[in-house]
C-alpha cells in the first residue's frame, strides 16, 4: 500500500465519522478550509475523526459531553460549540442534557463561559425549533446520597 493510498484511506475512514457524527456542519468547516489550509481540513477529517473519534473508549455521546466541556472551558470557541451543539444532538444528547453539561461548566470554568455557551446552544436549539427547552427532563434524575438515604442534590460515588 502506497503512502498516497493509505492517505486517502484515512480521509474516508474520517469522512464516514465526521458525517455521522457532524453532518453537514462537518462538511461546511472541511469545505471552508479548502482555500486556505488544505491541510489543516485532511488533518482534521484523517486524525480527529478517523483516528480520535473513531476509537472505542467512549461512545459518541460521551465524546461530544467531553467536547462541549473543553469548548466551553477554553473560551471563545463559539464557532465550534456550534457544530458541537449540533453533533451533540445528532448522537442522541437531549437539550436538557446539553443545557445541564453547560450548567455543570460554570463551576469549573466560571459564569462568562457558560454563559457564552448555553447561548450558541440556544442558537442551535432556536434553529432545530426545540425551544423552549424542556427542563424537567434534567431535573427528573433520582438523587440519592452515598448512604442512600435519600439526601437532595448529593449522588452515591463510584467505588471500583
Not at 7 to 23: E, K, N, P, S, Y
Not at 118 to 140: H, I, M, N, Y
Amino acid at each position: 500500500m502506497t503512502e498516497t493510498t493509505e492517505r486517502q484511506q484515512r480521509f474516508d475512514h474520517g469522512r464516514t465519522v465526521l458525517d455521522a457524527i457532524d453532518g453537514q456542519a462537518g462538511r461546511n468547516v472541511i469545505d471552508a478550509l479548502g482555500d486556505i489550509s488544505p491541510e489543516l481540513a485532511h488533518q482534521t477529517v484523517a486524525w480527529a475523526f478517523g483516528e480520535i473519534y473513531a476509537r472505542p473508549g467512549l461512545e459518541p455521546r460521551d465524546r461530544q459531553l467531553v467536547t462541549l466541556g473543553m469548548l466551553t472551558a477554553l473560551g471563545g470557541c463559539e464557532p465550534q460549540l456550534d457544530v458541537h451543539i449540533n453533533a451533540a444532538l445528532n448522537v442522541g444528547l437531549t437539550p436538557a442534557q446539553i443545557v445541564e453539561a453547560l450548567l455543570h461548566a460554570a463551576v469549573y470554568c466560571g459564569f462568562p463561559r457558560a454563559l457564552n455557551a448555553t447561548f450558541v446552544a440556544k442558537k442551535v436549539f432556536a434553529e432545530r425549533g426545540l425551544l423552549p427547552v424542556d427542563q424537567a427532563a434534567s431535573s427528573a434524575v433520582p438523587r440519592t446520597s452515598a448512604s442512600g438515604a435519600g439526601e437532595p442534590g448529593v449522588r452515591p460515588a463510584h467505588r471500583g
